[in-house]
Structures are given as C-alpha cells and as structure tokens.
C-alpha cells in the first residue's frame, strides 16, 4: 500500500445534528481513511485548513453493518471517524460556516 498523503486522508465532513452542536466547542467530525492514524490526520487538518492547530484527535472504527439482498449475505464497507479538537487561539474551519 502506497503512504497515504494528507489529501487522501480526510474523506468529508460529518454533517450531523450532534457534530453541528460540537462546533460551538471548536470540536469538528471527519469521515477518515480506515488506514489513516491520528497523527497522519493531525497534519492532514492543520495543511488542508489554514490557520488551524490541533489540539487532539479522536478516532471510532465503524465495521460494516450486515445486509441482505435474498439469499445472498454481505457487508458494507468499514468507515472511521475522527473528531478533531482544535486549540482556543485556532482559527474556524471555513467549509462549516453558514451551516
């Protein structure tokens, strides 16, 4: 597998009722690459964003959910979410505003 760069990484925002409520805290959700550690999203936020500092990341594993189609049984794919702390004196992140 071939080293992930920082714009492989973060695969979109997470637009959710509980994630837009996280804002107020500079507290932002990202659907990640699976392969993706916490480090590698740290830099991939602090160079897609200008003017961001991390201040922690927070990562869950989702495994696929079991799904039917007949008799045939299979998966949907893993996904991995990542909740991204920024520190006080970072600026906001521009896609979420007017949100």
Known sequence: MAALQYYDVILKPVLTEKSMNAMADKKYTFLVNPEAN????????????????????????????????????????????????LTEDSKDIEIFQGL
């Not at 003017?51 to 949907?76: E, F, Q, S, W």
């Open 38 to 85: 916490k480090t590698q999203i740290k830099e991939a936020v602090e160079k897609m964003f200008e003017g961001t500092k991390v201040a922690k990341v927070n990562t869950l594993n989702a495994d696929g959910k079991r799904k039917r189609r007949g008799m045939i049984v299979g998966y949907t794919a893993k996904t991995k979410k990542a909740i991204v702390q």
